[in-house]
C-alpha cells in the first residue's frame, strides 16, 4: 500500500514536472528585431552577378518575415562607411569596395568585431586590386583559375564538426555556378577552416573552360575574424538546392551568433 502511494506521488510530480516543462517551452519569440544586417550589391556589377545578387536579396528579405532582423539593402556601401557599427553583419554580394574610404572602414570594423558573409566576386583580387589587406583577412591569395560555364557542381563537406555544416550531407549538388581556385590555397592557411569543397569527382569540370584537377576551397572561415566566405554567386539559377540554401542560412546565422555583444538569438 505504502509503495503504491509512493507510485502515485511519483506519477503525480512526474505529470507536474512535465506540465511545467510545456509551459515553459514557448520558443524563443522575438519581441523586437534581433540584429541589423546591411547588404551590399554592385547593380554595374557583370549581369550574372547582378542575377545572383537580386535573388540574394530577396532570399535574406525571406529570412527577416516577422520582423525577426532588420536588413537594410543598399548599392551604396561609401554612404555607411561612418556608422558601420550599426550593423551587426554585413552581406556582401559579388561587391569589393574599391574606394580608400570604403576599405578603410570596412578594416576598422571588421577589426573591431565586426561580422560579415561575403559571396562569390566579392573576394575576387588580382594584381590590380592593390588591397594586401583584404587577402590577411579573406586567407587567401588572388583569383587563379575557374571552371566555365556556370553549372551545378557536387559538393564535398569537409567537417560535419562546425556549427555551418553539422546538419549538411557529407556531399551534395549545388546550384549552378563558377568556382573559383586561390593562389595561395585558403587551406594552406592555419587560421583558415575549409569547410566545404568542390568534390574531385566533378573532373573534368567545365565544357569551355575544362578544369581537370586540383583543390577548390569552396566555403571558408578564417578564424581571426567574424566571417564566413562563399564561392557560390553566379546567375539566375541560385537558391534552388535546399541544401544549399540551409548552407547558407547556417553561415549567416553562425556569424550572427558570435557577436561579440551577444549571442541575439539568445534575447
Ligand atoms: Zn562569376
Known amino acids: 500500500m505504502k509503495k503504491l502511494l509512493w507510485l502515485l506521488l511519483g506519477l503525480m510530480f512526474k505529470i507536474s514536472a512535465s506540465a511545467q516543462d510545456f509551459e515553459n517551452y514557448p520558443a524563443k519569440y522575438a519581441q523586437a528585431p534581433r540584429f541589423n544586417a546591411l547588404l551590399v550589391y554592385d547593380p554595374t556589377a557583370e549581369e550574372a552577378h547582378v542575377q545572383f545578387d537580386e ?44 574606394a580608400e574610404a570604403e576599405r578603410t572602414a570596412f578594416q576598422r570594423y571588421m ?16 594584381k590590380d ?24 557542381a557536387l559538393l564535398t563537406v569537409d567537417t560535419q564538426e562546425h556549427a555551418v555544416t553539422r546538419n549538411l550531407p557529407k556531399e551534395f549538388v549545388a546550384a549552378p555556378s563558377e568556382y ?27 565544357i569551355k573552360d575544362v578544369i581537370t ?19 557560390m554567386g553566379h546567375g539566375d539559377e541560385s537558391f534552388i538546392s535546399p541544401t544549399e540554401n540551409l548552407l547558407f542560412t547556417n553561415a549567416f546565422r553562425w556569424v550572427v551568433s558570435r557577436d561579440p555583444k551577444g549571442d541575439p538569438f539568445l534575447k
Open 55 to 98: 535573388q540574394a536579396v530577396s532570399f535574406f528579405h525571406k529570412l527577416t518575415y516577422g520582423e525577426g532582423y532588420n536588413l537594410t539593402v543598399t548599392t551604396d556601401f561609401g554612404a555607411y562607411c561612418s556608422h558601420l557599427s550599426d550593423y551587426d553583419v554585413l552581406i556582401w554580394l559579388n561587391y569589393s569596395p574599391r
Open 111 to 126: 577589426e573591431n568585431g565586426g561580422g560579415w558573409v561575403g559571396f562569390h566576386a566579392t573576394a575576387y583580387n588580382d
Open 129 to 152: 586590386t592593390h588591397w594586401p589587406w583584404y587577402n590577411t583577412f579573406l586567407g587567401c591569395g588572388i583569383f587563379l583559375a575557374n571552371q566555365w560555364p556556370p553549372q551545378c
Open 180 to 206: 573559383y581556385m586561390w593562389y595561395e590555397n585558403p587551406r594552406k592557411n592555419p587560421d583558415v577552416d575549409v569547410l566545404v569543397t568542390l568534390s574531385e569527382k566533378n573532373y573534368p569540370f567545365g
Open 213 to 231: 584537377y586540383g583543390d577548390f576551397p569552396v566555403v571558408w572561415t578564417n578564424r581571426n575574424y567574424r566571417m564566413i566566405y562563399l564561392n
